[in-house]
C-alpha cells in the first residue's frame, strides 16, 4: 500500500490540452472584457498573467497535483489580484537520515524551491521534488503555448 | 529496545522514502533542467546543485510568462493584425 503512495509519476498531458484551457479562460476574460476596451495596461497583463496559471493548474489536472490545488486555491482566494506565490515559513523536516549529513547549501537550496512551488511549504520533501518536476514539466509547456500564441499573432 | 527497532524498520519501510528514490527524484530534476540536462559527468552533479538550478529554472520561466503576459495584451489589444481578429472570432465563438 506504501507502494502505491511512493510511485513516482511525472506525466503531464500534451500541449494541446494546455492551449485549449489558456484559449477557454482567455475567451472568458475577453467576453467580460473585451482586450481592446481602454483598460488599464498594466490590469490587461495582470488578467492575462493569471489566466496563464490558472489554466495551466486546470490542463494539469486541478485537484490531482498539490500544487495546481495550491494554486488554484489562492487565485480564488485573491480573485482579481494578480497570482503570487508568497513565501512560506513552515518548515518540513527531511529524512533524519538524510538530514544528518545533509549540507547547508542543500538545505538552502530545497528551503527556496519551497517558495517557488505552489503549496512547496507543506509537502515533505520527496513529494516537493516529485511536485517541482511536474510544474516544471507544466509551466514549461505553457510557455510554449505562450510563445506559440505571441509567433503566430506578431506581424510578420 | 525491541519497541524502537520495530518503530524504526516500519518507518522506513512506509512512510518514509527510502535514499534511492530520493536520489531517483534528483535526477529526474536534473533531466528537466537545461542546464544540467546535457553534462557529461551527470553523476558528478550534486544534490545541491540540481536544487539550486531548479530554483533558477522555475525563476526564469515566472519571468517568461510575465513577459508573454505582456505580449500578449499588446498583441490582443491591437486590432490592426489579421492574426489577432482570427485569435480574437476563435476565442469569441
Given at each position: 500500500?506504501?507502494?502505491?503512495?511512493?510511485?513516482?509519476?511525472?506525466?503531464?498531458?500534451?500541449k494541446?490540452?494546455?492551449?485549449?484551457?489558456?484559449?477557454?479562460?482567455?475567451?472568458?476574460?475577453?467576453?467580460?472584457?473585451?482586450?481592446?476596451?481602454?483598460?488599464k495596461?498594466?490590469?490587461?497583463?495582470k488578467?492575462?498573467?493569471?489566466?496563464?496559471?490558472?489554466?495551466?493548474a486546470?490542463?494539469?489536472g486541478?485537484?490531482?497535483?498539490?500544487?495546481s490545488?495550491?494554486?488554484?486555491?489562492?487565485?480564488?482566494?485573491?480573485?482579481?489580484?494578480?497570482?503570487?506565490?508568497?513565501?512560506?515559513?513552515?518548515?518540513?523536516?527531511?529524512?533524519?537520515?538524510?538530514?544528518?549529513?545533509?549540507?547547508?547549501?542543500?538545505?538552502?537550496?530545497?528551503?527556496?524551491?519551497?517558495?517557488?512551488?505552489?503549496?512547496?511549504?507543506?509537502?515533505?520533501?520527496?513529494?516537493?521534488?516529485?511536485?517541482?518536476?511536474?510544474?516544471?514539466?507544466?509551466?514549461?509547456?505553457?510557455?510554449?503555448?505562450?510563445?506559440?500564441?505571441?509567433?503566430?499573432?506578431?506581424?510578420? | 529496545?525491541?519497541?524502537?527497532?520495530?518503530?524504526?524498520?516500519q518507518?522506513?519501510?512506509?512512510?518514509?522514502?527510502?535514499?534511492?528514490?530520493?536520489?531517483?527524484?534528483i535526477?529526474k530534476?536534473?533531466?528537466?533542467?537545461?542546464?544540467?540536462?546535457?553534462?557529461?559527468?551527470?553523476?558528478?552533479?550534486?544534490?545541491?546543485?540540481?536544487?539550486?538550478?531548479?530554483?533558477?529554472?522555475?525563476?526564469?520561466l515566472?519571468?517568461?510568462?510575465?513577459?508573454?503576459?505582456?505580449?500578449?495584451?499588446?498583441?490582443?489589444?491591437?486590432?490592426?493584425?489579421a492574426?489577432?481578429?482570427?485569435?480574437?472570432?476563435?476565442?469569441?465563438?
Open positions: 500500500m506504501a507502494f502505491a503512495e511512493n510511485h513516482i509519476n511525472t506525466d503531464v498531458p500534451e494541446d490540452v494546455f492551449a485549449l484551457h489558456f484559449l477557454q479562460t482567455l475567451s472568458n476574460l475577453s467576453t467580460q472584457n473585451p482586450f481592446s476596451s481602454p483598460d495596461k498594466s490590469d490587461r497583463v488578467k492575462i498573467k493569471k489566466a496563464a496559471y490558472v489554466s495551466m486546470r490542463a494539469a486541478c485537484t490531482d497535483r498539490l500544487w490545488r495550491a494554486l488554484l486555491q489562492r487565485a480564488a482566494k485573491r480573485n482579481n489580484k494578480i497570482v503570487r506565490f508568497p513565501r512560506r515559513r513552515k518548515r518540513v523536516t527531511w529524512l533524519r537520515r538524510r538530514s544528518n549529513r545533509r549540507d547547508p547549501v542543500e538545505e538552502a537550496a530545497a528551503e527556496r524551491l519551497r517558495n517557488l512551488v505552489p503549496g512547496g511549504g507543506e509537502m515533505k520533501t520527496s513529494k516537493l521534488m516529485e511536485e517541482t518536476a511536474h510544474y516544471i514539466k507544466c509551466l514549461s509547456m505553457q510557455v510554449k503555448v505562450m510563445q506559440c500564441l505571441v509567433d503566430g499573432l506578431s506581424p510578420k | 529496545m525491541s519497541g524502537r527497532r520495530s518503530r524504526s524498520r518507518s522506513s519501510g512506509t512512510s518514509r522514502i527510502s535514499e534511492e528514490q530520493i536520489n531517483d527524484l535526477i530534476l536534473q533531466q528537466l533542467l537545461p542546464e544540467l540536462r546535457d553534462s557529461r559527468r551527470s553523476d558528478k552533479v550534486s544534490a545541491a546543485r540540481v536544487l539550486q538550478e531548479t530554483c533558477n529554472y522555475i525563476r526564469n515566472h519571468r517568461e510568462v510575465d513577459d508573454l503576459s505582456e505580449r500578449l495584451s499588446e498583441l490582443l489589444a491591437n486590432t490592426d493584425t492574426q489577432a481578429a482570427l485569435i480574437r472570432s476563435l476565442l469569441t465563438q
